[in-house]
């Protein structure tokens, strides 16, 4: 698959291959270059993602500008920018451990939730992808319908199945909650990227009298390492927006820092500045990784399938 | 790809297996238990039969939360997936663009859903909002709090700076998988740019807009967190979606019998979808 997206990814590449002549290749040259003046119409193409992205940052960056300001300026004045720069809120965050640890326990679920979900997915998803079983398609739309599950639903049963197993306000609580939605979607990620490997490395690999376990590890997994990479991503990213569940299932011990927020919220509704702060530093994570999946983040929301 | 038969390979599926089964059968089966016994509490249940499953199918406040959130996501839709379309094929096929419009337009994907919450929120805010205190400044007597009307814009506003990018990111990925071969022969043959889009862009992109309507449908059928923070299903009960409500009846009335009833007509709609989403796309692959 990610051989296939190397050459698709830059059709030219292919084209470059097929005429004969060097002839026929200047002329297909100038006709896709009128062709893409074509369809792009006219020179204010930039205009639409411009203005799409601003009114994607605008909000964005109004959470930042918040984050720097002081209360009094955040209700006072009303400013585009801030006008005395603080980061008062930020030490707020840093300094306070009911505020910190939220971060810290939002990122302890969320990290034994990705590497729960990847490693168990990882032998599923080789299973689904090279072999035909009974009842495999049952128990691959089974798992879809995991995925599309309203968490709603869960929240009261997963209270009461972690509270009868004592494990309310623990971060595998969360973790193993998690695992619901995130199991099912590594595992058809990493399905739509080992299918794109052929099978006759697989059969190759046996031939040269490599056991199982030490092929999956030595050859196998390599070879899917942007897949693995890819499937981690999602995991983390979907384990970290998700708060419903993550709420209803601790107390304080565990609290997430996403539950910290609303309870400060709903509590004073005044330290906007704080809330701002928390805000920015929960995109932050996303906003750090989203550059090494770029390229792979419309087929890990596709499960797999562009 | 020929996938070979053996069934051993069932050991490898058993912890996906026992993992989510632990997740998600026995919660279901704590439903299902609940949505057919009623209680007087000290833990004392008895048989209620269908009796839930009558009140709840019978109740006015789950059909009209069920009407809205079917409008919510007509509406996210309609204009999710064009917007979407229009400026995927608008984006930038090549150069330094790319990778920063991709990133740009995947940030708010990213965000925790109640921090999107909380952003528009803020955002909407008359006093210390952009959006608020601008469309006062311009004379629109906009207050999300008080005003049905603006409640749903500012929901579906937000919605839509959501999640449009996952309409964008997919039609973009079905868009740059068209080899330039076929743009030249439309050229040849004189077509139009509404052809090119018709007979060449769109069949290509079929399958990614498959997913991106499915998922959207779906998602948007059973949001929770963000109108949750923005509105909390207000005014009145003019945002209350079907997930709100049911989390008002499950942990803020603790109405064991009747939000389990509920889960359960929840997820039995879900899993009807996601059979039609299953069979469409398995019908898909097969027909390539």
């Keep these: ?306 | 790809m020929e996938r070979t038969w053996n069934n051993k390979a069932w050991f490898m599926v058993l912890p996906v297996l026992l993992l989510v089964a632990f997740s998600a059968i026995i919660p279901l089966m704590t439903v299902v238990n609940y949505s057919v016994q009623d209680t007087f509490g000290n833990n004392d249940f008895f048989w209620a039969g269908s009796e839930w499953f009558d009140e709840i199918l019978h109740s006015d406040r789950f059909w009209e939360a069920m009407g809205r959130n079917l409008v919510f996501s007509a509406i996210i839709l309609i204009i999710e997936i064009p917007l979407g379309i229009f400026i995927a094929l608008n984006m930038p096929k090549k150069g330094w663009g790319v990778p920063v419009c991709l990133v740009l337009m995947a940030l708010p994907l990213l965000i925790p859903w109640n921090v999107v919450g909380t952003i528009w929120q803020v955002f909407g805010r008359v006093d210390i909002g952009l959006l608020g205190y601008s469309l006062r400044a311009l004379g629109f007597n906009y207050n999300y709090v008080n005003d049905p009307f603006d409640a749903w814009i500012t929901v579906i506003v937000m919605d839509v700076w959501h999640w449009t990018s996952l309409v964008v990111l997919l039609c973009y990925a079905g868009l740059v998988s068209i080899p330039d071969a076929y743009y030249q022969a439309a050229k040849i043959d004189g077509a139009s740019r509404w052809a090119i889009f018709r007979y060449i862009q769109l069949p290509k992109m079929n399958r990614v807009l498959l997913i991106a309507v499915l998922l959207r449908f779906m998602d948007s059928f059973m949001i929770y967190t963000e109108p949750f923070v923005v509105t909390g299903g207000g005014p009145g009960n003019t945002t209350t979606f079907l997930s709100i409500d049911l989390v008002k009846l499950a942990i803020g009335e603790f109405n064991l019998g009747e939000a389990a009833a509920m889960s359960i007509v929840y997820f039995l709609i879900i899993m009807l979808l996601s059979w039609v989403f299953y069979t469409v796309m398995t019908a898909y692959d097969a027909e390539q």
């Design chain 1, 1 to 306: 698959m990610a051989r296939l997206e190397e050459t698709t990814a830059d059709g030219r590449t292919l084209m470059r291959q097929t005429p004969a002549s060097a002839e026929a290749q200047t002329a297909n040259a100038t006709l896709a270059r009128k062709m893409r003046r074509r369809g792009e119409e006219s020179r204010f193409w930039w205009l639409v993602p411009t203005i799409y992205i601003i009114f994607l940052m605008l909000p964005i960056y109004w959470l930042v500008n918040m984050s720097f300001k002081t209360n009094q300026e955040i209700l006072g004045a009303f400013s585009l920018w801030p006008r005395n720069p603080t980061i008062a809120n930020y030490m707020v965050i840093f300094t306070d451990p009911s505020w910190y640890k939220g971060y810290i326990n939002s990122i302890i679920y969320v990290v034994m939730n990705t590497v729960i979900s990847v490693t168990v997915a990882l032998p599923a998803a080789y299973a689904f992808s090279r072999y035909r079983f009974l009842g495999d398609k049952h128990l691959f739309f089974w798992l879809l319908t995991n995925r599309m599950a309203p968490p709603a639903v869960f929240a009261l049963p997963f209270f009461q199945l972690y509270s009868a197993f004592g494990l309310i306000d623990t971060h595998i609580a969360v973790a193993l909650a998690h695992c619901l939605f995130n199991v099912p979607l590594a595992v058809w990620i990493l399905e739509g990227f080992m299918s794109g490997v052929p099978k006759e490395i697989d059969e190759t690999a046996y031939i040269d009298g490599y056991s199982f376990p030490r092929f999956f590890l030595r050859i196998f997994m390599p070879l899917i390492a942007s897949g693995i990479g890819v499937a981690c991503f999602f995991c983390f990213m979907f384990s970290w927006v998700e708060l419903l569940i993550a709420r209803t299932l601790t107390t304080t011990a565990a609290k997430p820092i996403a539950a910290i927020m609303t309870r400060t919220v709903s509590a004073s509704g005044l330290d906007w500045g704080v809330l701002a702060a928390a805000g920015v530093l929960t995109i932050l994570p996303g906003a750090l990784v989203i550059w090494f999946v770029r390229n792979y983040i419309a087929k890990g929301f596709a499960l797999g399938r562009v």
